[in-house]
């Protein structure tokens, strides 16, 4: 199985400042045939089922704010929330779609200093 | 609009067998384009993938899972189904049903069915 860390585990920022969300994976998600990397980026707000933010490690899904970005290839990838929103309160999880099983990290929460 | 609907008792006891069933509408379960699957996620701990389904019919299961797990689809009635056999309290959780795009990225969830294994 491809194991998935995040770090840090939580992490406390202030409103309109930056956070940032690092995830690495135990072997590479970059699918060479079509240069995509296979991960995802998730939130999670309290009582709601995860919402996809990011695909293939840079590409906002449909209607989410530009304040989401996403870095890396390989093996290492970074979350970036820009000017943070009390709205951004949650916890992230990165997963892997590369082969199953379709494993994610263990969440990092996300709040407001 | 895409809707996924997860329905099913919401309360077992050991060693009974969960049966959920996704109700899938706004998308057709039969294309080739997408495939369909299942994550659950124990009160206050983080998302576990259980399995998915293609189009063809080929099911993937989480090898800790896999000699309990059963997923099928109904598309006659735009469906998809999770069993799992000989539940413990560990089966205790949030199950989501989600629909995998992007080369297999659970895009779309449903709003999640709680299942509790209490004797």
């Known amino acids: 199985d491809i194991v998935m860390t995040q770090s840090p585990d939580s992490l406390a920022v202030s409103v309109g400042e930056t956070a940032t969300i690092n995830c690495r994976s135990s072997?590479?998600?970059?699918?060479?045939?079509?240069?995509?990397?296979?991960l995802g980026w998730f939130q999670q707000k309290a009582g709601q089922p995860p919402k996809l933010l990011l695909h293939s490690a840079s590409t906002r899904d449909s209607g989410v704010p530009d304040r989401f970005s996403g870095s890396g290839s390989g093996t290492n990838f970074t979350l970036t929330i820009s000017s943070l929103q009390a709205e951004d309160v949650a916890v992230y999880y990165c997963q892997q779609y590369y082969t199953p099983p379709y494993t994610f990290g263990q969440g990092t929460k996300l709040e407001i200093k | 609009h895409l809707q996924l609907h997860e329905s099913g008792p919401g309360l077992l006891k050991p060693s009974e067998t969960l049966s959920l069933t996704c109700s899938v509408s706004g998308a057709d379960i039969s294309s080739n384009t997408y495939y369909w699957g299942w994550i659950r996620q124990p009160p206050g701990k983080g998302l576990e993938w259980i399995g998915s389904?293609?189009?063809?019919?080929?099911?993937d299961y989480s090898p800790s899972l896999k000699s309990r797990v059963t997923i099928s689809t109904d598309t006659s009635k735009s469906q998809f189904s999770l069993k799992v056999k000989s539940v413990t309290a560990a089966d205790t959780a949030v199950y989501y049903c989600?629909?995998?795009?992007?080369?297999?990225?659970?895009?779309?969830w449903g709003q999640g069915a709680l299942v509790t294994v209490s004797s």
């Open positions: 072997q590479s998600v970059l699918y060479t045939s079509n240069d995509k990397d296979y």
């Open positions: 389904v293609y189009y063809s019919g080929w099911t």
């Open positions: 989600v629909k995998h795009e992007f080369y297999g990225c659970p895009v779309h």
